[in-house]
């Protein structure tokens, strides 16, 4: 297996290097039996996060909530970073601030809920469920050392002290902490009723296994016995859970030691949470000239991810009493960091295309196979995607929309996951990398054609998703591949065929803003033009068929693509 190496969850191998002379793919055979059914189909895509908590109720921020809301089949987790960090609730890239806990001149606390309302108002109102990460530390809170450990000069045109770092220390009081979580909770329970906060997830810190958390892993332990004490002494049924950690050695290593002092202490674990990210471009950012081309071609890596979540399912699984809770993947992520893009590193540039949405498919998919391997099972992966403030047009950052909102192709993902129904069918194809030996995947996932499917219990339709796909942005290959698709079990009878595509011609605002000749001031009517072909799209018209049991159909899907077929019987 190849070891993750650096503590801070980035591979030595931190990417896919493009290869242009891999074997291209050029025909496939998917097969999908309707009539035997595997369970229920588990849908770890239902949650987002981010980390500017103030963007949550822009009017973007809420306007990207509801466009999710409108469409998810089930609502989603949104975990925003900073709810209990000080500051005036300006947002900024990579910071935020709830500005929760305040002490009085005599060093006794009180809470201002108001930036907090503003937050999961917006989450709850677009039917969605908080996923509440409990930190960081509050500046009132913050320990002494702090100020001088952390050497800062300070400067109007800087962070202060605080913010660039203080709040990475664990709080002085535990006993004021976890005053603050309880009445952060006492609140939620008054405001939204116990029907919606059951619901929530209670998570203590983020990645405290790295700089975020700047004291020990036994100091963290005694931080989490109080967090789950005070959430619990409010709200017994409460779920908690965490650590949070990266991805990396250390991130395994801090997971095992947390899940040891849980279970030493018989503390509740009721999901247990972990990190992973696809790559860690090098260098990050190039300070190169507007549009250079890359000097290294780069682009995420499948392997690193699913190395990383199935060392920590193994670590889960050292321990019984916690291997049968929730695993929750909570920044699921193929590259870091959300707010560069583009003007930083031109690799960022899959995220604008149709490249991501594929990528998103075909990782759910890989997620689920892993499962299958495993006691313990990831039930959530989350985007660590939403929106960015004051970006230019497709700037290349990992958000669901860009400038003026339009949606993004990786908004369509979401759409197509969404229309997938509740049941898993069997399917499989001939040219679907294999994932089952995680020891000998290399780099890079190489070309391939995969599939999930799924029938209604409501209709009995059914949902055949078929995916081209390469962990290689610069692999793009308009010949396509000719894809047999037979679908067998079906009823006889009439039947009405629907054919979605995400491609570079098919919901797809980027290639249309592209075709405008790329403005960064768009007019009214090119905007329109954008925002008309932003959803997801139509491949063909309708067609209705006529099925003896079996439906054979042929996709022709060039590099990356991916087509939703779905069948439904006619009234």
């Not at 989603?76 to 300006?90: A, D, L």
């Amino acid at each position: 297996m190849t070891e993750n190496s650096s503590p801070s969850a980035v591979q030595q191998l931190p990417y896919a290097p493009s290869d242009p002379d891999a074997p291209r793919l050029d025909q496939a055979r998917v097969v999908v039996d309707a009539a035997r059914e595997l369970g229920e189909l588990d849908r770890p895509w239902a949650s987002l996060g981010y980390d500017e908590i103030n963007w949550t109720y822009t009017p973007q921020g809420r306007r990207t909530l509801r466009t999710i809301g409108g469409f998810a089949e089930t609502p989603y987790h949104v975990r925003p970073h900073n709810i209990f960090n000080s500051g005036t609730g300006f947002g900024l890239p990579h910071w935020g601030s709830g500005n929760v806990y305040h002490e009085d001149a005599d060093g006794k606390p009180f809470y201002d809920f108001t930036i907090a309302d503003l937050t999961y108002d917006a989450i709850v109102e677009a039917g969605h469920h908080p996923l509440v990460e409990l930190a960081f530390t509050p500046l009132a809170l913050v320990p002494e050392e702090a100020k001088t450990d952390f050497p800062f000069g300070n400067s109007p045109s800087q962070y202060s002290g605080y913010e660039a770092g203080w709040w990475t220390y664990p709080p002085k009081d535990y006993a004021k902490w976890g005053g603050l979580v309880a009445a952060l909770v006492e609140h939620a329970l008054e405001r939204y009723g116990a029907d919606e906060v059951q619901h929530w997830l209670w998570e203590l810190w983020n990645e405290p296994d790295i700089s975020y958390w700047k004291g020990t892993p036994e100091q963290f332990h005694e931080l989490y016995d109080v967090t789950v004490k005070s959430i619990r002494q409010v709200y017994p049924e409460a779920k908690v859970g965490g650590p949070a950690v990266t991805g990396g050695d250390h991130g395994a290593e801090f997971l095992r030691g947390f899940l040891q002092a849980c279970a030493d202490r018989d503390l509740p674990v009721d999901f247990v949470s972990f990190h992973t990210k696809g790559s860690h471009f090098t260098p990050w950012r190039t300070y190169g000239p507007i549009g250079a081309p890359a000097s290294l071609r780069q682009s995420p890596s499948t392997p690193k991810m699913l190395r990383e979540i199935d060392r920590a399912l193994a670590v889960i699984e050292e321990f019984p009493q916690y291997a049968g809770q929730p695993v929750i993947v909570d920044e699921c992520d193929a590259s870091v960091p959300a707010h560069w893009g583009i003007y930083d590193n031109s690799n960022f540039a899959y995220r604008n295309n149709e490249y991501y949405p594929v990528f998103q498919a075909k990782l759910m998919k890989k997620v689920l196979d892993l499962n299958e391997q495993h006691t313990a099972k990831v039930h959530e992966a989350t985007t660590w995607s939403f929106q960015i403030e004051g970006e230019r047009y497709f700037e290349g950052t990992r958000s669901f929309v860009t400038a003026a909102g339009v949606e993004k192709p990786l908004m369509n993902a979401y759409r197509v996951f969404a229309l997938l129904g509740d049941r898993r069918i069997a399917a499989s194809s001939d040219r679907s990398a294999d994932v089952s030996d995680i020891s000998a995947l290399g780099n890079g996932l190489p070309e391939e054609v995969d599939v999930i499917a799924s029938r209604a219990s409501a209709d009995g339709s059914v949902a055949v998703l078929v995916w081209r796909h390469a962990d290689d942005q610069y692999a793009a290959d308009t010949t396509t591949a000719r894809v047999d698709l037979e679908v067998s079990g079906l009823d006889s009878g009439d039947w009405t065929v629907q054919h979605y595509r995400i491609d570079h011609s098919h919901s797809n605002s980027h290639t249309v803003w592209q075709d405008l000749g790329g403005p960064q001031d768009p007019t009214p009517e090119q905007l329109a033009t954008i925002t008309d072909r932003q959803g997801l799209e139509r491949f063909a018209e309708d067609a209705a068929v006529t099925v003896d049991g079996t439906l054979s159909l042929t996709l022709d899907l060039p590099l990356p693509s991916l087509s939703l077929v779905i069948l439904t019987r006619a009234v």
